[in-house]
T-cell receptor
């Protein structure tokens, strides 16, 4: 079983749509969590950290549920430029990456 | 912001040859550097962690004699893929952590795409 599991997608949504990604992690000792964005053939870039209290950064909202070991990312008002692969990441003395969920935003 | 560079950005080599990839922190001192590998449609997998001036720590299943890592200075780490084979073809990404950063804060390089023919 993978330590961090994500639905690979792709999620194909129109511009302006709201889309949600989910992720589960298996190591209950994981201490910190993040969402990264990775464009095709590029390095991953940190999108935001994830907290149990939930946190928001513009159109992006992330949430952590430690009891169910579940992480989510909500993107509101999707833009064409949001098209990318979103990586769910857990920290347990090293960064553990999920394989990513691919998002395609169409005009 | 902190910048990490990698060279080359892509390389094609013949089976059996060795390839060296450089990772540099351009505007900070990287006490720790990390090497990852990513196969198509798969997650980034940590290969090894290197601290300046000491031997790299390899993840389980990564052959240290095949993937030679050198972190001789606070701004440079190199990964040498020895006797490369087609199954070594992958996207190799390094990242670096600044001396004063949190444990999970890493700056990623742009990656090196290796194709072994």
């Amino acid at each position: 079983r993978k330590e961090v599991e994500q639905d690979p997608g792709p999620f194909n949504v129109p511009e302006g749509a709201t889309v949600a990604f989910n992720c589960t992690y298996s190591n209950s000792a994981s201490q910190s969590f993040f969402w990264y964005r990775q464009d095709c053939r590029k390095e991953p870039k940190l999108l935001m950290s994830v907290y149990s209290s939930g946190n928001e950064d513009g159109r992006f909202t992330a949430q952590l549920n430690r009891a169910s070991q579940y992480i989510s990312l909500l993107i509101r008002d999707s833009k064409l430029s949001d098209s990318a692969t979103y990586l769910c990441v857990a920290w347990s003395y090293k960064l553990i990456f999920g394989s990513g969920t691919r998002l395609l935003v169409r005009p | 912001g902190a910048v990490v560079s990698q060279h080359p950005s892509w390389v094609i080599c013949k089976s059996g040859t060795s390839v060296k990839i450089e990772c540099r922190s351009l505007d900070f001192q990287a006490t720790t550097m990390f090497w990852y590998r990513q196969f198509p449609k798969q997650s980034l997998m940590l290969m090894a962690t290197s601290n300046e001036g000491s031997k790299a720590t390899y993840e389980q299943g990564v052959e240290k004699d095949k993937f030679l890592i050198n972190h001789a200075s606070l701004t440079l780490s190199t990964l040498t893929v020895t006797s490369a084979h087609p199954e070594d073809s992958s996207f190799y990404i390094c990242s670096a952590r600044d001396r004063g950063q949190g444990m999970y804060e890493q700056y990623f390089g742009p990656g090196t795409r290796l194709t072994v023919t």
